[in-house]
């Protein structure tokens, strides 16, 4: 995996968390991990974020098909 991709992917899920105002707890921790990646490097904690993402943002989509696009769906699933 590229290193651009996991930041640019998750950058989009906390994007879309912050937009459709989802869960407050989740936008922090992602926030805290994407500065933690940036300074370390140690992609765990993100990743780990990003599939919690996924699981929320895969549960909007079932309700409402446009809210959430399908490409940041798929790249989430790709981490």
Not at 17 to 46: A, N
Not at 50 to 69: F, M, N
Request: glycine fraction near 6%; proline fraction near 3%; charge should be neutral.
């Amino acid at each position: 995996m590229k290193t651009g991709t996991l930041e640019k992917t998750a950058e989009a899920a906390l994007d879309k968390i912050k937009e459709l105002k989802l869960d407050e707890g989740l936008m922090k921790d992602l926030e805290w991990c994407l500065g933690s990646y940036r300074y370390d490097g140690v992609p765990s904690g993100l990743t780990e974020k990003c599939q919690e993402a996924l699981y929320i943002l895969k549960e909007v989509k079932e309700k409402k098909p446009r809210s959430v696009t399908k490409k940041l769906i798929e790249s989430l699933e790709a981490l």
